[in-house]
């Protein structure tokens, strides 16, 4: 991933602002500030439940629902699961699912946002700060865009963080809002990104799919869930992501707990006579054959770049050559009609 020319090349509209990152780059630093203030082990507890709860917004919330309508809310409780992932500081809902309806559909074809065959860094985080995909794509998400609250809130996203992170303030303290809002906002954030980037490098292929998504428990440990993600593009309408007993979906779990007092209907799980098909180990991984395709083109492109550059370079130095010693003899020749007989 590291070292490999990208198969992809960026436009030029696909540049980082590095004035609008600054906020981003800030709130990296924040943590730091524990060096002077300390910190205790309730910070840590605020750090790990507002972690578990903003991971689980974005993933059964704007992930599974909003993207993928595995399952189905009420208007009330769809409102709050998307006020919950305005929290996690990751845009409006809005924004978050049209945009990753768009990576299924084009993933890892040079239409994708966040492939890593555009670069791993550009699919963890590149992509984001960059003003290329700043707007709400309405149009790919029509089904919740009819919701009038859902578009305010999706305008008005910065509203969640702002109240959680004065919340931790006024309830925590300073080192409540430093360790239990950044640490886990920053925390929150990778872990949303490693989907777009490390879950399709690192990690094994169980299904035949159209894209370099892998499996990886990991992963799945450490986003609830969402690791499964060669499972997730292989059926991504089911709610359930670890497909079998072993592979740990916390995600799920919750989800499926929720269905008792009945906040979540309709829970989609994978059919059962699609888990035994389209297997990697049965037959040709045309998927996989695309991208080392595209890489192929990639590093084919990178060399044909090179050798361009090179020549240019050389035959413009034999050009100057030819013209020192043109002008050279030139001067000879003068001085040799001028010197006095
Ligand atoms: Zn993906
Ligand atoms: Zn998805």
Redesign the pocket.
Known sequence: MVGIPSAYKRDASERINRVSSIPFALAHLVPLAVIWTGLTWRDVVVCAVLYQARVFFITAGY??YF??RSYKLNRFWQFVMAFGGTTAAQKGPLWWAAL?RD??RYADTPDDIHSPLKGFWWSHVGWILCDKYKATRSDRITDFARFPELRWLDRNNWIGPWTLAVATFLVFGLRGLIVGFFVSTVLVWHATFLVNSLAHVFGRRRYVTHDSSRNSLLIALLTNGEGWHNN??YL?SSARQGFFWWEIDMSYYLLSALRLPRIVKDLHRPPERLLDTNRVRDGFDIGMFEIYAARAGGVVGAARQHVSTTYDHARGSVVEAMASAVAAAEDLAHQAKTRPA
Do not use: L, V
Request: no cysteine; net charge positive.
């Open positions: 992930h599974r993207a993928h990753h990576h299924h997730h593009h991504p």
